[in-house]
C-alpha cells in the first residue's frame, strides 16, 4: 500500500512552519515505530531555520492507511509563539492532506527500444552514409531522445540511456509538481478548528484524548452516588 501525503502550514506565519516542523518529526518517528517505510518527495524550507512550509512523503506499508486516520486533517498546537513574544494568539493550526498517488515509473533498460538511424546535419563523411546516430524509445512512458553526438553507435547509445532516464525521471517530478499545485488551493484552506490532533508547549507534547468515556461513566457514578446519600 502507498500513500502520497503533504504537511502543509498553508498561508500560516512563521509560527506554523514551526509547527509543520515539529509535526513532520513526530510523524516520522511515529511510521518507524508502525513499520511504515517513507520516502521524502518534496519539501519547502521555512522563512527561518527548522521551519517548513510543506513536505511531501510516499508511504508505504500495510498499516499505513490505519497510520493515517489519527493524522488526517487539521493539526493543532497550543503555545505562545516563540518569534513573536507579545503576540496574544495561542493557538496555530497546519494541515495534514492525501494527495492523488502518481505511481513512479521504474526505469529499467530492457523497457527500452533502439533504432539505428543516419545522423543529420553536418559532421564528416559519414554523416548520412552510416547509421550511427541512435533514436531510444522508453516503451512504458513513450519518452524518447534522438542521439548523434559520437561517430560511434555504440556510444551514442550509452547517451541515449543516460538522457532517456534522466528524461523519464524529470516527466515523473514535472506531473507530481503540477499534481501539487492543483491541490495547493486546497492546502491554502487549512481548517481552523476540530483537529484531529492536538499538541501543546514548546516541548510539543501530545495532549491525550480519552475516548474511552472511562472518566465521564466514574463521574456519573459519583453524581449518583451522592445523589442516592442525599435521599437517605
Not at 68 to 90: A, D, E, Q, V
Not at 139 to 148: A, D, G, L, Y
Amino acid at each position: 500500500m502507498e500513500k502520497l501525503i503533504q504537511i502543509t502550514s498553508g498561508r500560516g506565519p512563521l509560527e506554523c512552519q514551526w509547527v509543520t516542523a515539529k509535526v513532520l518529526k513526530t510523524f516520522l518517528e511515529e511510521a518507524k515505530h508502525n513499520n511504515i517505510e517513507y520516502e521524502i518527495i518534496h519539501r519547502e524550507n521555512g522563512d527561518e531555520n527548522l521551519t517548513l512550509k510543506s513536505v511531501t512523503l510516499l508511504l508505504k506499508g500495510k498499516e499505513v492507511p490505519d497510520f493515517l486516520k489519527s493524522w488526517l486533517g487539521s493539526i493543532c498546537w497550543i503555545g505562545k509563539s516563540t518569534f513573536r513574544k507579545l503576540h496574544k494568539r495561542s493557538n496555530w493550526f497546519i494541515g495534514v492532506f492525501e494527495l492523488e498517488h502518481i505511481k513512479k515509473i521504474e526505469f529499467n533498460e530492457k523497457d527500452i527500444q533502439f533504432q539505428a538511424v543516419r545522423s543529420q546535419g553536418s559532421g564528416g563523411q559519414n554523416v548520412n552514409k552510416v547509421n550511427t546516430a541512435v533514436r531510444a524509445t522508453h516503451i512504458p512512458s513513450k519518452e524518447s531522445v534522438f542521439v548523434q553526438d559520437s561517430r560511434s553507435q555504440l556510444e551514442n547509445k550509452r547517451l541515449s540511456i543516460i538522457r532517456l532516464k534522466e528524461k523519464v525521471m524529470a516527466g515523473y517530478i514535472q506531473a507530481l509538481e503540477e499534481k501539487m499545485k492543483e491541490t495547493w488551493n486546497h492546502h491554502l484552506r487549512v481548517q481552523r478548528g476540530n483537529p484531529v490532533r492536538t499538541f501543546s508547549g514548546t516541548d510539543f507534547k501530545k495532549n491525550y484524548v480519552d475516548k474511552s468515556f472511562k472518566k465521564q461513566r466514574n463521574v456519573l457514578k459519583n453524581e449518583l452516588k451522592n445523589y442516592e446519600n442525599d435521599l437517605n
